[in-house]
């Protein structure tokens, strides 16, 4: 295996997922697969930081070895509990028995309750510092970025943050770093790991950037633990991030909608036509062929949202429920957001959504348009002019 060094004496030790297909419970969909980042600091003290997903394993330690034998491990420090980082760190713990354990008090609490071990561990804060030799590790604490136990570690010689999962993203990658791989996909897949990860921690992920912009500490690379590792500009995903935590949107819809029979389809398709002979980009997604992670990555940085179903048992398809589940929970604030579809004898569906959109923060910007059986050709051209009116609301 070849030797992945990142930084002077800082080696890149993971693993590249090529097939997962699904994170969080079949919540997010990972169509580009993943990588488990682990990084191993080589200096008179060895430090493990992060491990990887218990299946990866052996691949880790297949390059920990290339680097040093693992028994002469120092410290393993753990920024995150969460099974894709920290299932292989009782194999660790066998391979290297006289390492130290450094993490939050939460992180040490949520390990013992995962892996039921016993373990010589370290609790660090933030300004904590660690002395390798010649290099200083310091840990800055990140609670609920995105667990309650999340840290960050810096290495402060190399001007190195290890942020774990924060400004990473689920991309598989034969490069390792930025500069190696398209940079669209790569913010494509940046947003899409904000908008279903981190959305609605935004304004904990702003208090978390200006406090370490004011700690001056110079940054040169980040290092995350999934996809590739920015080094050429790091501050483009810093700024990103800023952009997507303070709810900075274009001027752009997203249409979602299932539909029975086609009636609440040809809604969605003269609404579109609406909006964009407003000048205004919109999207058309038809669930259940669109995936719900999908549409939430092309949310974050639309102003609008139109969510749209026929009525069923007097409310929504059910096709519509998991991306509904998931508005509610990642509560995409300040954008403007609508209703519409078809009904038979009893509507529902239209008022279903509403509520939904209601709880999931959004501010609805105008009533539902709702069409009875099949659109005739002027419910179809009153479709377009809620689509123009939507757009100029924007
Ligand atoms: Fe929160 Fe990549 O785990």
Known sequence: MTKIEISDGVFWVGAVDWDV???HGFSYTTHRGTSYNAYLIVDEKIA????????????M???IREIVDPSRIDYVVMNHVETDHSSSLTEVMKAAPRAKVLGTARCKAGLEKHYFCKMDFQTVKTGDELRLGRKTLMFIEA???????SMFTYVKEEGLLLPNDAFGQHLASSGRFDDQVDSHVLMEEAAKYYANILLPLSPLVKKKIDEIVGMKIPI?????SHGVIWRKDPMKIVE?????STGATEKRVVIAYDTMWGSTERMARAILEGISSEGVDARLYRLPYSDTSDIIGELLNSRGLLVGSSTINNGILPTLAPLLTDLRGLKPKGRLAAAFGSYGWMGGATEEIEAALREAGMEIAMPAMKVNWVPTEEELKQCVSFGREFARKL
Do not use: G, Q
Not at 49 to 58: A, E, G, I, L, Q
């Open 61 to 63: 330690f297949d390059r």
């Open 143 to 149: 609670p609920m970025l995105h667990w309650p136990d």
């Open 21 to 23: 297909r699904n994170f």
């Open 240 to 244: 990103a991030y800023l952009r997507w």
């Open 48 to 59: 493990l930081v992060d491990t990887v997903y218990k299946p990866f394993s052996d691949e």
């Open 220 to 224: 040169k690379t980040i290092a995350p």
